[in-house]
């Protein structure tokens, strides 16, 4: 049994630092880069991607809302062509940069609200991920399993990889807990490696009420800008090894 470990970096901005990037590097196999929309800047995309690529961490591309001030979690009704275009810039400054280190960017994932409002809406999730493969069309879309990003990337025969989180909480429906919720962000290192191995296991998100959802689970992410980041991803991954998990990219699926 194999499984990805990936996390939202590259996230500070100037003088402003958010997470321990180098450490998390040192752990995970997958690394999403913000794109200088909702978090980051060129500075900080150049060093992140660089620290990547030298440790052989999968690049991909961290779209999200344009509000920095907010970090990209809040929610914002936009025109789906000006979002569609959003995308396409943060993309292509992904890959630009990718170029200009020698880097491949290997997959996509949305960030933060956009995130979580295309887990809701599937013709949303649809324009994303189209405007997404319109600037990189070898893309792998890393999409929250059981969702309606998951229904999305199947139905255009996109290539996708499905994702749970080691310190987020689920709903029912396979949506994350709101972050205003109590317990909607896991802070115990320990409990999150433990849920992680029982839910690859059973390849089902399992959610607050204790009801299981079967679902294809290709990667782990551990969120970068909480204090405990680097602790969680690494017992994410010490447990999962310790129970015979292999850690290591994700390639994709197409069914």
Same mark, same amino acid.
Not at 46 to 55: E, Q, V
Not at 147 to 162: D, H, K, L, N, Y
Not at 184 to 189: E, F, Y
């Given at each position: $049994?194999?499984?990805?470990?990936?996390?939202?970096?590259?996230?500070?901005?100037?003088?402003?630092?958010?997470?321990?990037?180098?450490?998390?590097?040192?752990?995970?196999?997958?690394?999403?880069?913000?794109?200088?929309?909702? #978090?980051?800047?060129?500075?900080?995309?150049?060093?992140?991607?660089?620290?990547?690529?030298?440790?052989?961490?999968?690049?991909?591309?961290?779209?999200?809302?344009?509000?920095? %001030?907010?970090?990209?979690?809040?929610?914002?009704?936009?025109?789906?062509?000006?979002? %569609?275009?959003?995308?396409?810039?943060?993309?292509?400054?992904?890959?630009?940069?990718?170029?200009?280190?020698?880097?491949?960017?290997?997959?996509?994932?949305?960030?933060?609200?956009?995130?979580? $409002?295309?887990?809701?809406?599937?013709?949303?999730?649809?324009?994303?991920?189209?405007?997404?493969?319109?600037?990189?069309?070898?893309?792998?879309?890393?999409?929250?399993?059981?969702?309606?990003?998951?229904?999305?990337?199947?139905?255009?025969?996109?290539?996708?990889?499905?994702?749970?989180?080691?310190?987020?909480?689920?709903?029912?429906?396979?949506?994350? &807990?709101?972050?205003?919720?109590?317990? #909607? &962000?896991?802070?115990?290192?320990?409990?999150?490696?433990?849920? $992680?191995?029982?839910?690859?296991?059973?390849?089902?998100?399992?959610?607050?009420?204790?009801?299981?959802?079967?679902?294809?689970?290709?990667?782990?992410?551990?969120?970068?800008?909480?204090?405990?980041?680097?602790?969680?991803? #690494?017992?994410?991954?010490?447990?999962?090894?310790?129970?015979?998990? &292999? &850690? %290591?990219?994700?390639?994709?699926?197409?069914?």
């Amino acid at each position: $049994m194999r499984v990805d470990l990936n996390a939202d970096m590259g996230e500070s901005f100037g003088p402003w630092k958010m997470g321990d990037d180098a450490a998390l590097l040192e752990t995970v196999t997958s690394a999403n880069i913000a794109c200088g929309a909702h #978090a980051g800047d060129p500075d900080v995309m150049a060093t992140t991607m660089g620290i990547a690529l030298d440790k052989g961490v999968g690049i991909g591309s961290h779209p999200g809302f344009a509000d920095i %001030q907010g970090f990209g979690r809040r929610r914002i009704d936009m025109p789906l062509n000006s979002l %569609q275009n959003s995308i396409r810039c943060q993309v292509g400054a992904t890959l630009g940069m990718a170029n200009a280190l020698g880097a491949k960017v290997r997959h996509i994932k949305l960030h933060g609200a956009l995130g979580n $409002m295309t887990s809701e809406d599937e013709m949303m999730a649809r324009a994303c991920y189209e405007a997404a493969l319109s600037a990189h069309p070898d893309a792998i879309i890393m999409v929250l399993a059981a969702t309606a990003q998951e229904r999305a990337a199947r139905s255009m025969g996109a290539r996708f990889a499905c994702e749970i989180f080691a310190d987020r909480a689920y709903n029912d429906d396979a949506t994350l &807990v709101d972050r205003r919720q109590p317990g #909607a &962000v896991i802070h115990d290192a320990d409990l999150a490696g433990k849920r $992680m191995v029982e839910m690859v296991k059973s390849q089902a998100i399992i959610t607050d009420s204790g009801k299981r959802i079967e679902t294809p689970i290709d990667t782990i992410c551990c969120h970068g800008d909480t204090p405990e980041a680097v602790e969680i991803a #690494a017992s994410v991954r010490r447990t999962l090894e310790g129970e015979g998990i &292999v &850690v %290591q990219a994700f390639e994709g699926r197409t069914a």
